[in-house]
T-cell receptor, first 115, second 117 residues
Framework: AQTVTQSQPEMSVQEAETVTLSCTYD???????LFWYKQPPSRQMILVIR??????QNATENRFSVNFQKAAKSFSLKISDSQLGDAAMYFCAYRAAGTASKLTFGTGTRLQVTL | GAVVSQHPSRVICKSGTSVKIECRSL??????MFWYRQFPKQSLMLMAT?????????EQGVEKDKFLINHASLTLSTLTVTSAHPEDSSFYICSARPAGGNTGELFFGEGSRLTVL
């Protein structure tokens, strides 16, 4: 069974600084997707960034980038120039390729952004 | 972008009653929808996979007679919590995968907070 592990229950970063959130996963599949979702107090799940396993290049979305290490099964999220609006729960998620494949979430990391 | 709407966003009911939550994909067709449950300060736990025109697939430990799922059309899935009890109080979230989509991405509804008195 696939598992996703986030070892940092809480993280804190100062505004304008950089923070990295860790995520590791376990799978026997070769074709899959990895995601980082943000859940603010409104509870709406917001996709931050997506990575296809077959792509060697790390995905980037503006201030958000990932360090995808397929052999190590590691998928960390780097947030640059942190903003107050980045404060939220961040969930790492895994999904095998396939129409009905489910999304498996990690336990989440609560990010605080301080002035 | 793809939009998924959930209704109601909040519902309070008495113990023993049944509650229906709707999940609609507004601008795409979804052959597969997923229902999650989230307790306070915890992650999302998959309850079941809803397949259009067929029976839902439930995760281990989820009572299928307690949580009835219907996916009668390509844009609507419903979750009915039957004979609700206080321990069923939780945040329920649905997600949908666009038919023919190739990005692997799922789109989430806004969630429904159920409180059983």
């Amino acid at each position: 069974a696939q598992t996703v592990t986030q070892s940092q229950p809480e993280m804190s970063v100062q505004e304008a600084e950089t923070v990295t959130l860790s995520c590791t996963y376990d799978t026997s599949e070769s074709d899959y997707y990895l995601f980082w979702y943000k859940q603010p107090p409104s509870r709406q799940m917001i996709l931050v960034i997506r990575q296809e396993a077959y792509k060697q290049q790390n995905a980037t979305e503006n201030r958000f980038s990932v360090n995808f290490q397929k052999a190590a099964k590691s998928f960390s999220l780097k947030i640059s120039d942190s903003q107050l609006g980045d404060a939220a729960m961040y969930f790492c998620a895994y999904r095998a390729a396939g129409t009905a494949s489910k999304l498996t979430f990690g336990t989440g990391t609560r990010l605080q952004v301080t002035l | 972008g793809a939009v998924v709407s959930q209704h109601p966003s909040r519902v309070i009911c008495k113990s023993g009653t049944s509650v229906k939550i709707e999940c609609r994909s507004l601008d795409f067709q979804a052959t597969t929808m997923f229902w999650y449950r989230q307790f306070p300060k915890q992650s999302l736990m998959l309850m079941a996979t809803s397949n259009e025109g067929s029976k839902a697939t439930y995760e281990q430990g989820v009572e299928k007679d307690k949580f009835l799922i219907n996916h009668a059309s390509l844009t609507l899935s419903t979750l009915t919590v039957t004979s609700a009890h206080p321990e069923d109080s939780s945040f329920y979230i649905c997600s949908a995968r666009p038919a023919g989509g190739n990005t692997g991405e799922l789109f989430f509804g806004e969630g429904s907070r159920l409180t059983v008195l």
